[in-house]
């Protein structure tokens, strides 16, 4: 079955230092890749997406790339803000295969970061 | 703008009280979903409906049951909350595009006494 593994958090930074958060994945075919970003107290919202090998996905400063030769798709960041101290979650998103796994997304078990002035 | 909405966005019951919390959204999406979310840990799917189509999770306990009697809107019902039931639920959304892109609303914190 499909898979995310996330680095482990927690993750602290002080404001303006370079970001990495790790993700890697097992899936069958070509799943699409997502970062979702949750703020204290708040549901998750979409950082940034790819959806076929090689794509870059970026926003806000943040940036991901699909390789398939890795099953990866780490998050960067070069200068992160206190404003970015957030979990962050990366998910995949299931091919479709009929039935009732379309649309499915099976997330990482999330890493916390906290940045600092 | 369009958006998913939860209401309300902070739920306290009485354990086995039964207690209902809603969804809505203005996006028209197809696919609604019902997460449990505990402590920053990753969302657990409970269900999701494809239009009026109801999709369980195989691990989804009896207590939670779903509604969605229009596109817009989808309720989930707790029939008998335990103190292991306190948690957030997320709503969210999708087109049932092969993106499989989905939009989350802001949750329900529920609290159970």
């Known amino acids: 079955g499909n898979s995310v593994t996330q680095m482990e958090g927690p993750v602290t930074l002080s404001e303006e230092a370079f970001l990495t958060i790790n993700c890697t994945y097992t899936a069958t075919g070509y799943p699409s890749l997502f970062w979702y970003v949750q703020y204290p107290g708040e549901g998750l919202q979409l950082l940034l997406k790819?959806?076929?090998?090689?794509d870059k996905g970026s926003n806000k400063g943040f940036e991901a790339t699909y390789r398939k030769e890795t099953t990866s798709f780490h998050l960067e960041k070069g200068s992160v803000q206190v404003s970015d101290s957030a979990v962050y979650f990366c998910a995949l998103g299931s091919v479709y295969a009929g039935g009732t796994s379309y649309g499915k997304l099976t997330f990482g078990q999330g890493t916390i970061l906290t940045v600092h002035p | 703008d369009a958006m998913v909405i939860q209401n309300p966005r902070y739920q306290v019951t009485q354990f086995g009280k039964p207690v209902t919390l809603s969804c809505s959204q203005t996006l028209n999406h197809n696919v609604m979903y019902w997460y449990q979310q505990k402590s920053s840990q990753a969302p657990k799917l409970l269900f999701h409906?494809?239009?009026?189509?109801?999709?369980n999770e195989a691990d989804t306990p009896d207590n939670f049951q779903s509604r969605r009697p229009n596109t817009s809107f989808c309720f989930l019902d707790i029939r008998s909350p335990g103190l292991g039931d306190a948690a957030m639920y997320l709503c969210?959304?999708?087109?049932?595009?092969?993106?499989?892109?989905?939009?989350f609303g802001p949750g329900t914190r529920l609290t159970v006494l």
């Open positions: 790819a959806t076929k090998a090689d």
């Open positions: 409906y494809y239009d009026k189509d109801f999709n």
């Open positions: 969210a959304t999708s087109r049932g595009t092969r993106v499989n892109e989905q939009f």
